[in-house]
């Protein structure tokens, strides 16, 4: 018989392996990791830092909100992102580690 910690320590396991996958694109390392930095951004904003296209921008941000990795407001004719995950913090500052190591080797 299975108990009730053993179900949702699956359930967690399952809902981490989400987030991870949410996660795995190069390009949203990128946006979470501006994110991370600045707290809240507008789409506009992550484009201009990420010098990535608009419409590649959005369908990152949509991804990540769909597992709530993100959240969003809109302010009049913008919408502006932050991130909402403990998960999504801990990926971003590992990433920036890395790369502040890279760095500071070349």
Request: hydrophobic share 35%; aromatic share 6%.
């Given at each position: 018989m299975i108990s009730k910690n053993e179900l949702r320590?699956?359930?967690?396991a399952e809902e981490m392996a989400e987030d991870l996958r949410a996660l795995g694109h190069p390009q949203r390392i990128r946006i979470i990791d501006e994110l991370?930095?600045?707290?809240?951004?507008?789409?506009?904003?992550?484009?201009?830092?990420?010098?990535l296209p608009q419409p590649v921008v959005?369908?990152?941000l949509s991804k990540m909100k769909a597992t709530h990795l993100v959240l969003s407001r809109r302010e009049a004719?913008?919408?502006?992102y932050w991130?909402?995950?403990?998960?999504?913090f801990v990926v971003a500052e590992c990433f920036r580690r890395?790369?502040?190591?890279?760095a500071a080797t070349r």
């Open positions: 320590y699956g359930d967690l991370r930095l600045q707290g809240e951004l507008t789409v506009s904003e992550l484009v201009r830092r990420t010098r959005s369908l990152h004719r913008q919408v502006v991130l909402s995950t403990e998960i999504a890395k790369y502040e190591a890279a």
